[in-house]
């Protein structure tokens, strides 16, 4: 008897243990690869609304300085652009792509205040985003403020879909 309870114990640690670990690791973030959502998971949690002709991006999702990442289905084929809020203040918006890498198909991840291109490791300062063309830079967006909303016509992210030819990987 004392056996068997000594188990439970011992098993009833260990349980403890990962649970410990898990929560410290969702915590700190270290799971988010696992969790991850989806672009039409991560607009619909951020307010995001298409009307016929334009995207329009809430100023509240964007104002914690993260970008958020979205894609729009065009032609069969989704388009993957994103926006954010840079340090100095203004909202910004480009393709999730740039002229070089694009045929990755591989984006771009946010570190900080850097975007950093998931093809070749090139880092872009958030307040140059939409600001510089060519090269690895990611491909800016025209946008507009109207209101409460960041605005992106669909027209300019669906001209821009040969960035797109390929699946993401």
């Not at 988010?32 to 995207?55: H, I, L, N, Y």
């Not at 840079?86 to 694009?102: E, I, K, N």
């Not at 090269?135 to 992210?157: E, F, Q, S, T």
Request: contains cysteine; glycine residues 10%.
């Amino acid at each position: 008897m004392a056996v068997n309870r000594r188990k439970g114990m011992i098993i009833g640690g260990v349980v403890a243990g990962i649970v410990v670990v898990v929560v410290a690791a969702v915590s700190a973030g270290v799971l988010d690869g696992f969790f991850k959502k989806s672009p039409a998971e991560t607009a619909k949690a951020a307010g995001v609304v298409e009307t016929a002709d334009a995207v329009k991006i809430p100023l509240k999702a964007l104002d914690s300085g993260k970008a958020l990442f979205l894609s729009l289905e065009s032609e069969g084929r989704p388009l993957y652009y994103f926006a954010l809020k840079s340090q100095d203040g203004a909202y910004r918006a480009a393709l999730d792509a740039c002229d070089v890498c694009f045929k990755s198909n591989r984006g771009y991840r946010q570190e900080g205040d850097l975007m950093v291109c998931n093809n070749c490791g090139q880092t872009f300062p958030s307040n140059r985003i939409g600001e510089i063309k060519g090269g690895c830079n990611p491909h800016p967006l025209a946008r507009g403020i109207d209101g409460r909303n960041l605005v992106i016509r669909k027209a300019d992210i669906a001209e821009r879909k040969d960035y797109f030819a390929l699946k993401r990987s």
